[in-house]
């Protein structure tokens, strides 16, 4: 094995890729260390994962900032680094149709969680940032205070992209009648999963499959290629 990469998790929920992930680095499958976990939901069971393997945790909750900005907007104090016109040139996550004040309102909330984000994530300077089962989209701000000099926010997506991107990717999998469905390790960009992909694993859907059925498929090799990317990266920034 390697020298170890520090790395830091993001989650929304149960925490299953975690949780493979935590057990790969015990079994000394993965060359990193992670160092904490973060989520944008309090008293989910990926927390409670973390904190049995002794790592740090913490929470940012998203839903009640987004909250406060909608009924305060005029209430709101921004980070001093963020600069609206610079992010909204840059995401590609919302439309210009979507209207001017949807746009503001959607940045500014995310400025605001995303801010809490750094607050906790950098003094840890990681090496790589997982985005475990996080079910929120990362603006252009957060995004280019972790990239600095290269890459390393890492997500895994439940289809074969760039096909079925979003928040349901086995459902609408399953409901196109695919008969193949898969998943995709990829790094992050500005846009909605449309980074860079860096491994993917497919499955048969079979005639009988329900869509409870093709998620288990695609989850059992989401806990198999989770771990692998990870290790190439590690391997890869192990050789720079």
């Known amino acids: 094995m390697g020298k170890k990469i520090k790395a830091g998790a993001l989650i929304s929920g149960g925490g299953t890729n975690l949780q493979a992930i935590i057990d790969s680095c015990a079994q000394d499958k993965i060359d990193a260390k992670i160092v904490f976990t973060g989520s944008d939901t309090p008293g989910v069971k990926g927390l409670e994962r973390a904190e049995r393997a002794g790592i740090d945790t913490f929470v940012v909750d998203y839903r009640t900032i987004i909250q406060q900005v909608k009924n305060d907007p005029d209430g709101v104090v921004l980070p001093g680094d963020f600069d609206m016109e610079e992010i909204r040139a840059k995401q590609n996550l919302l439309p210009e149709s979507a209207g001017n004040e949807k746009i503001e309102r959607f ?98 859907i079979e005639e009988n499959d329900t869509l409870e059925i093709v998620k288990k498929k695609g989850l059992a090799l989401e806990w198999e290629l989770f771990p692998e990317c990870i290790q190439r990266f590690a391997e890869e920034r192990g050789q720079a």
């Not at 475990?132 to 074969?160: C, E, Q, S, V, W």
């Open 107 to 204: 940045l500014t909330s995310r400025a605001i969680a995303e801010r809490a984000l750094l607050d906790r994530i950098l003094p840890y300077d990681v090496d790589l940032l997982i985005l475990a089962g996080f079910m929120r989209t990362l603006t252009p701000y957060f995004i280019d205070r972790i990239n600095t000099g290269h890459r390393k926010i890492m997500n895994i997506h439940p289809a074969l992209l760039p096909a079925f991107p979003g928040t349901d990717g086995y459902g609408d999998t399953f409901r196109y009648g695919c008969k193949v469905g898969g998943c995709t390790v990829h790094f992050i960009d500005y846009g909605e999963d449309t980074g860079p992909i860096l491994g993917q694993k497919a499955f048969q």
